[in-house]
């Protein structure tokens, strides 16, 4: 039995680079530089995720949850959001032609 899935988004979701450029790093006086430092990564990774040209990896969201209090969950249902928002939009096309089978 399917279950119809009624809500369809049309705002691309939030990344989870521009949540920590425009939440948290400003709430918590951090910079590219400092940010890294305190994750003890490359800025190049933290300038990457930044510019939401990197996803955040289940590793980067354990660092990330432990130096702000959340949980890795967090950060990683905001990738996954943005990671099938994108991949809904790559497949449109292939998924329209896909018919949905009944059960019997």
């Known amino acids: 039995m399917?279950?119809?899935n009624t809500v369809v988004r049309t705002v691309k979701p939030t990344h989870p680079g521009e949540m920590l450029r425009e939440d948290f790093m400003p709430d918590f006086g951090l910079t590219a530089a400092s940010l890294a430092e305190a994750l003890g990564v490359s800025r190049q990774t933290i300038n990457e995720i930044l510019r939401e040209r990197r996803a955040i990896s289940?590793?980067?969201a354990l660092l990330l949850s432990r130096l702000f209090g959340n949980t890795p969950e967090f950060?990683?249902?905001?990738?996954r959001t943005v990671d099938l928002w994108e991949a809904?939009?790559?497949q449109e096309k292939k998924l329209r032609r896909i018919q949905p089978l009944n059960a019997a």
């Open 2 to 4: 399917a279950i119809a």
């Open 58 to 60: 289940p590793a980067m």
């Open 75 to 79: 950060w990683l249902n905001a990738q």
């Open 88 to 90: 809904k939009k790559r």
